[in-house]
T-cell receptor
């Protein structure tokens, strides 16, 4: 079945450091890929998405590129801020097979120190 | 546009009690989902629905029930609450699979 693997956290960085959170996937069909962010005490919010190979999703300085050849969708940001501290979830939609159930990674906690 | 609204935000239940977690969306989304998130863990799918009158089990349905009588509402019922059901519950909805979910803000449930 479909699966999403994220790097283990927590990821601890200093403010203005470069961020990479790795995400790889296995899937049948042609899924769309997503990154969600969960701030403490809140629900998940869609951060960015990509719907086909080589698409780049971007939002709030974060970027991720849909790499079909490496089955990856790594999240990057050039300069993190303390306010970026949160848990980040990589996810893929079901493929064209109609299962209706997306797949989420386990989440990666990011802690940014001043 | 309120999005996905969950009530209550917090609740403490005694073992054996029952309750209904409410979820309402105003975006005319066909697909709705209930997840639970245990501390420091990811999401586990409890139930989902692809439209009014249609529901199906997810990964961890035991101890829960759902109904979907309208497009807008997708309540989750807990019967005979157990400490293992202490968790944060999230409702989510979506339309096209390429557009991602909209999540509610969650219900934090403690069973004592």
């Amino acid at each position: 079945g479909d699966s999403v693997t994220q790097m283990e956290g927590p990821v601890t960085l200093s403010e203005e450091a470069f961020l990479t959170i790795n995400c790889t996937y296995t899937a049948t069909g042609y899924p769309s890929l997503f990154w969600y962010v969960q701030y403490p005490g809140e629900g998940l919010q869609l951060l960015l998405k990509a719907t086909k190979a080589d698409d780049k999703g971007s939002n709030k300085g974060f970027e991720a590129t849909y790499r079909k050849e490496t089955t990856s969708f790594h999240l990057e940001k050039g300069s993190v801020q303390v306010s970026d501290s949160a848990v980040y979830f990589c996810a893929l939609s079901e493929g064209s097979g109609g299962s209706y159930i997306p797949t989420f990674g386990r989440g990666t906690s990011l802690i940014v120190h001043p | 546009n309120a999005g996905v609204t969950q009530t209550p935000k917090f609740r403490i239940l005694k073992i054996g009690q029952s309750m209904t977690l409410q979820c309402t969306q105003d975006m005319n989304h066909n697909y709705m989902y209930w997840y639970r998130q245990d501390p420091g863990m990811g999401l586990k799918l409890i139930y989902y629905s692809v439209g009014a009158g249609i529901t199906d089990k997810g990964e961890v349905p035991n101890g829960y029930n759902v109904s979907r009588s309208t497009t807008e509402d997708f309540p989750l019922r807990l019967e005979l609450a157990a400490p293992s059901q202490t968790s944060v519950y999230f409702c989510a909805s979506r339309t096209d699979r390429k557009l991602g979910y909209t999540f509610g803000s969650g219900t934090r449930l403690t069973v004592v």
